[in-house]
DNA sequence: CTTCGGCTGACGG
DNA sequence: CTAACGCCGTCAGCCGAAG
């Protein structure tokens, strides 16, 4: 049976979410902000609305250039578990959707509507999605449906906000033939540029580059992405109930430091942080991560795993700290801008007799060749 | 030979 | 005036050690 699979992608959404909060910043310009600690605007954008957008202020962004682009914008703290809130009531609408729901981001999940047989039927049903969302949480979203995530991803981008665009199997290859690269997912700044030096700018060019020229330029598992994307394959299966791999906290200090007192005292109030996350969600872990990043990029990571899985608090703080003192043996001079600590070797507790997503029988994470 | 722990880097939202 | 820049999470690839 033929595969339809739909993308919903939630329109700037937490600048949405704010503007229902606080409708006098309907028709303004909307910036939501990650702020860092270290005062003066430091920080980057989260989510910019549309009015802010047309201003060229884009994610990721720092703040300080948003605010060069749009000196009048609302800008505005990010209030991640007020959103995630938000999120849950809207993921539990689509849900109800298709049986074969995955979620991927706070603002994003993928559906798999086989089941309703043609892309017509399919779009018919996203049509029904998001006339509930609207009339339930008061959001928009944009939708795409395609043969497969690949095609569903992009088409969900093509028409924003509140889009809705559908790519059957048959117009795939004219769809994707004129998009640049970067539009495939996976490609970012690096390998477009790598592909650039090759003047493999568009879908179109790089259809005539052999897998296994593909492979050698950025690996095996790219470049046979990067092969199979371009014809518009993609195997990956839309996959329910997955399950979270790592949880980390990181902060920025307030100023560059090595001093061991203040970054043990830091990674202490992150340990609590991240022991909180997998107490909540019954996850035991085996494994305790230091992250440290200096003020120009350089980001370091050291690692410990324990012998048994366990849940203690004590076990994140003392070998995390335990890393912190090694690293700082090491690398005396290295000044910290920012520092996290990760778990990972995660077991989730098993709710009923539901199996874990890791149970072998379906491993399909690549894309396939070709026959 | 494969697997695992440990680490880096690219990428997405 | 200039340079400036979060906080997550996923996966692949590489290395050396171990099975």
């Given at each position: 049976m033929k595969r339809i699979v739909a993308l919903v992608d939630l329109d700037a959404f937490y600048a949405q979410v704010e503007e229902l909060r606080?409708?006098?910043?309907?028709g303004k310009a909307v910036i939501v902000c990650m702020y860092s600690a270290r005062g003066k605007g430091s920080g980057a954008v989260a989510t910019a609305n549309y009015e802010a957008r047309k201003l060229g202020v884009r994610s990721g962004m720092p703040i300080i250039y948003a605010k060069r682009k749009a000196k009048n914008a609302v800008f505005l703290p990010a209030d991640r578990d007020y959103y995630w809130k938000v999120s849950a009531r809207v993921m539990d609408i689509l849900q109800t959707y298709s049986d074969l729901f995955e979620q991927v981001s706070i603002d994003e999940a993928y559906l798999?509507?086989?089941?309703?047989?043609?892309f017509t039927a399919a779009e018919r049903l996203a049509k029904k999605m998001k006339s509930e969302i609207l009339q339930k949480e008061k959001l928009t979203c944009s939708i795409g449906i395609g043969p497969n995530k690949l095609v569903a991803k992009i088409a969900a981008g093509v028409?924003?906000?509140?889009g809705l665009v559908t790519v059957p199997e048959d117009a795939v290859p004219s769809f994707l033939k004129?998009?640049?690269?970067?539009?495939?997912?996976?490609?970012g700044p690096k390998t477009e540029g790598l592909l650039a030096s090759l003047n493999m700018r568009s879908v179109k060019q790089l259809k005539t580059m052999s897998l296994a020229h593909l492979q050698k330029l950025v690996g095996s598992a790219k470049g046979s992405m990067l092969y199979n994307g371009a014809r518009g394959?993609?195997?990956?299966p839309v996959q329910p109930g997955r399950q979270k791999q790592q949880v980390s906290r990181l902060t920025t200090m307030k100023k560059d430091t090595s001093s061991f007192n203040s970054l043990a005292e830091t990674v202490a109030s992150l340990s609590t942080l991240v022991h909180d996350t997998v107490s909540a969600q019954k996850i035991t872990f085996q494994t305790v991560s230091l992250i440290v990043m200096s003020n120009k990029m350089e980001q370091i990571s050291r690692s410990h795993s324990l012998t048994e899985p366990t849940t203690a608090k004590k076990a994140i703080q003392d070998t995390v700290t335990a890393l912190l003192k090694t690293f700082l043996a090491e690398r005396p001079d290295f000044q910290v801008r920012r520092i996290g600590v990760r778990v990972s070797g995660l077991e989730h507790a098993i709710p009923d007799s539901r199996k874990p997503a890791t149970n072998g029988q379906r491993t399909l994470r690549t894309f396939r060749k070709p026959s």
């Open positions: 606080n409708p006098k910043l309907k798999d509507l086989s089941q309703t047989n043609s028409k924003k906000p509140n004129p998009l640049s690269v970067g539009k495939l997912y996976g490609v394959k993609d195997d990956r």
